[in-house]
C-alpha cells in the first residue's frame, strides 16, 4: 500500500479513540483519555527494555496526535516524533506546546519505512503499531540506520491473533481500512529481525482484550483501566506458562539491538 493512501486515510481520522470516522476535529477530553492509557502493559515493557531515557536520543515512529509523545518527554527522553499524517503531527504539536515538556520535542511528518534523518542519528527507537501497514522488514532496516551502535528499538504491535479475533475486526473495522492493514501472525514476529539482534520477544493479551473493546467501542477509559487490571495478570500467567498460546495473543512487544561493529 502506499504511502500516500495511509497519509489520506490517517489525516482525515483525528480522533484518537475512534479510527473508523472522519473527524477534522480533535476533542481535548478524547486526547486526554487517549494519553492516559497509552502506556498500557505492553507498552510499559517496551520502555522498560529500552532502558534509561533521560538525555537520550529517541525517535517515535508512528507519534498520532502525541499521546505517548508526552508520555516519553516526561520521561526525559529527548523525542524526535514522526507520524505518516501532518494533520495528526499538527494536533500533536498543539497539545504539546500547551505543557512545559512539549518544547524539547521535534514532530515532523514522515514515512516509517523511509525515514528522514541521517545515520546514527538515535539512541533508541520506540514504535508503536505501525508494521501492520508497511514492509516490517524494511521498517527495521531503517531503524538500524538511524541507530547508534549498540542502541535499542523497540516494537509493540498488534498482530492477527486468534479466528475470533480476526471476524471481530472484520466486522467492525471499516472495508477501506481493512484493504491496507496486514496484522502479522506470532511466527512471522518470531521470524522478524533484518539488520538488529533481537533481545526479547513476548506475547501479550488474551481474555485482557476485552479491555480493548472497552475502550475502543464504549468509550471508557474506567472500564478499561478495572477490566485490565482483572485479566492482564491471569494471561501473564497463562502466556508464561503455555508458550504454545503465544500464537492466540493480541499483542506482541519485540525489541532489538544494533550490533555494536559489523558482521
Not at 8 to 37: C, F, G, I, V
Not at 74 to 84: E, F, N, Q, Y
Amino acid at each position: 500500500m502506499s504511502s500516500s493512501t495511509l497519509r489520506s486515510y490517517w489525516n482525515l481520522r483525528l480522533d484518537p479513540l475512534d479510527w473508523k470516522h472522519e473527524r477534522a476535529r480533535q476533542d481535548p477530553a478524547r486526547w486526554r483519555a487517549a494519553h492516559e492509557t497509552w502506556c498500557d502493559p505492553a507498552t510499559r515493557e517496551a520502555l522498560e527494555q529500552l532502558g534509561e531515557l533521560r538525555d537520550r536520543r529517541l525517535l517515535e515512529i508512528g507519534c498520532g496526535q502525541g499521546h505517548g509523545t508526552l508520555h516519553l518527554s516526561r520521561l526525559g527522553a529527548r523525542v524526535t516524533a514522526i507520524d505518516i499524517a501532518e494533520r495528526r503531527c499538527a494536533v500533536a504539536r498543539t497539545a504539546l506546546a500547551s505543557v512545559a515538556e512539549g518544547r524539547a520535542t521535534r514532530l515532523c511528518a514522515a514515512a516509517a519505512d523511509c525515514l528522514p534523518f541521517r545515520d546514527g542519528a538515535f539512541d533508541l527507537v520506540l514504535c508503536r503499531d505501525v508494521l501492520m501497514y508497511v514492509d516490517a522488514e524494511r521498517v527495521l532496516t531503517e531503524c538500524a540506520r538511524v541507530l547508534t551502535p549498540g542502541g535499542r528499538a523497540a516494537f509493540v504491535e498488534s498482530l492477527d491473533g486468534a479466528l475470533p479475533l480476526r471476524l471481530f475486526r472484520r466486522l467492525t473495522s471499516p472495508a477501506d481500512y481493512r484493504r491496507f492493514t496486514r496484522h502479522l501472525g506470532w511466527e512471522e514476529m518470531e521470524r522478524l529481525s533484518g539488520p538488529l539482534e533481537r533481545v526479547s520477544l513476548r506475547p501479550h493479551y488474551l481474555f485482557s482484550l476485552l479491555a480493548f473493546f472497552a475502550l475502543f467501542s464504549l468509550g471508557s477509559t474506567a472500564l478499561h483501566r478495572a477490566v485490565l487490571a482483572l485479566f492482564e495478570p491471569l494471561d501473564r500467567r497463562l502466556l508464561d506458562r503455555a508458550p504454545r498460546l503465544s500464537r492466540l495473543a493480541w499483542r506482541a512487544t519485540a525489541v532489538y539491538r544494533k550490533p555494536t561493529h559489523a558482521a
